[in-house]
């Protein structure tokens, strides 16, 4: 048996209350025109009154229509909040003895997600993480980013090699690009003019093993930097330098994958070490003069400051980034810190024991 229940939905309920201050202003209103003597007195404080009268129910609308605003906006950001969150999950501060943060600024006004993509997981291969660069910025290319993040989440536990982690992601984009291209042109051939035939991903594979040791796969997009802090008699001092000088791959989507692609191998991250992804859209802020963010200084002053605390280190390059371009950057940007607390040894609050050199493979 079906049970109805009766009474007002709410949809009628909230449509109640939106509309319920509007007419009782207008029905004082008419009220007042129709009833009140003084409406109708042509005399200089007769006038004065009604235009009062008048002048407080237009005012009172203007306020209610203002809040009713302001409520529907709070009511899309969450929502839209919510969405992003799912979208680029918030980062644990710690995985499997690595200490983690990340950001994101979107250069897209009102977004908190962008072109920009990344994340970290734990997996029993090693820590994986993706950092990727959608063609375009803000809020276009966040199906592209959901299509890729949604693959590396389950690639990333299933495929006991990074290469393989590459070639699923690969072809999950085919599959949105070719959804998204017949998705504007319905029962015809998208052809080579079409936008999405344009478009393509600059993407960085990471593993991080348990050993520490690091190897990834880079189709196009910036190296990582290794960060070290040093103790010494002059204070704290900072290091920063990419992990390797090989040549990438090409960039996912207009290009096909070798067959076989070959790990490049990073060395190894040391208790204490940091590792610092970025997008392109953090090297390549310009200034009003046109030169680029230096972003190695700015890491290094960033190290100083606070020593390879993780979100410390992405709040003092954000800063430097956003003073740089004296506001929103014009593309998106995305930085991720990893520290190795695996047997670290300290020193004091935020100071590290000097370690050898090692070699960059």
């Known amino acids: 048996m079906i049970r109805i229940k009766a009474g007002v939905p709410p949809w009628l309920r909230s449509s109640a209350r939106a509309l319920g201050l509007p007419m009782l202003w207008g029905a004082v209103a008419i009220t007042y025109k129709l009833v009140?003597?003084?409406?109708?007195?042509?005399?200089?404080?007769?006038?004065?009154?009604?235009?009062?009268v008048f002048f407080a129910v237009g005012t009172g609308l203007v306020v209610h229509v203002r809040y009713a605003l302001l409520r529907e906006v709070r009511q899309i950001r969450?929502?839209?909040a919510a969405a992003q969150n799912v979208l680029l999950?918030?980062?644990?501060?710690?995985?499997?003895?690595?200490?983690?943060?990340?950001?994101?600024?979107?250069a897209e006004r009102g977004a908190s997600v962008g072109g920009?993509?990344?994340?970290?997981?734990?997996?029993?291969?090693?820590?994986?993480?993706?950092?990727?660069?959608?063609?375009?910025?803000g809020l276009a290319a966040l199906s592209t980013v959901a299509a890729v993040l949604g693959s590396f989440r389950e690639a990333g536990h299933d495929e006991p090699e990074l290469a393989g982690v590459l070639r699923r992601l690969d072809r999950a984009l085919a599959r949105h690009l070719g959804e998204r291209a017949r998705?504007?042109?319905?029962?015809?051939?998208?052809?080579?003019?079409?936008?999405?035939?344009?478009e393509f991903v600059t993407l960085l594979l990471v593993e991080i093993r348990a050993d520490g040791g690091i190897v990834a796969l880079n189709c196009g997009h910036p190296w990582p930097y290794r960060l070290r802090s040093l103790s010494g008699p002059r204070g704290v001092r900072g290091r920063a330098f990419p992990v390797t000088e090989a040549d990438p791959l090409p960039p996912l989507g207009p290009f096909p994958l070798p067959a076989e692609p070959a790990l490049v191998p990073c060395g190894p991250l040391?208790?204490?070490?940091?590792?610092?992804?970025?997008?392109?859209?953090?090297?390549?802020a310009r200034d009003a003069r046109g030169r680029f963010f230096p972003l190695e200084i700015a890491l290094i002053e960033a190290i100083r400051s606070d020593p390879l605390a993780p979100d410390a280190v992405i709040r003092a390059v954000f800063r430097q980034l956003l003073r740089h371009t004296r506001g929103l950057p014009t593309d998106d940007a995305a930085v991720l810190v990893l520290r190795n607390d695996r047997g670290r040894t300290r020193a004091g609050r935020g100071t590290y024991l000097p370690r050898p050199a090692h070699r960059v493979v």
């Open 36 to 52: 009140c003597p003084l409406a109708h007195d042509a005399g200089f404080g007769a006038r004065l009154v009604t235009g009062a």
């Open 78 to 80: 969450k929502v839209a």
């Open 89 to 106: 999950r918030p980062l644990p501060p710690r995985v499997a003895g690595l200490a983690l943060a990340g950001g994101q600024l979107s």
């Open 116 to 137: 920009d993509l990344y994340d970290v997981l734990a997996t029993e291969h090693g820590v994986r993480i993706v950092m990727g660069d959608v063609r375009g910025h």
């Open 183 to 198: 998705c504007e042109r319905p029962g015809g051939d998208p052809g080579p003019d079409s936008p999405v035939a344009e």
């Open 270 to 284: 040391l208790p204490g070490e940091a590792l610092f992804l970025h997008t392109d859209g953090v090297a390549d």
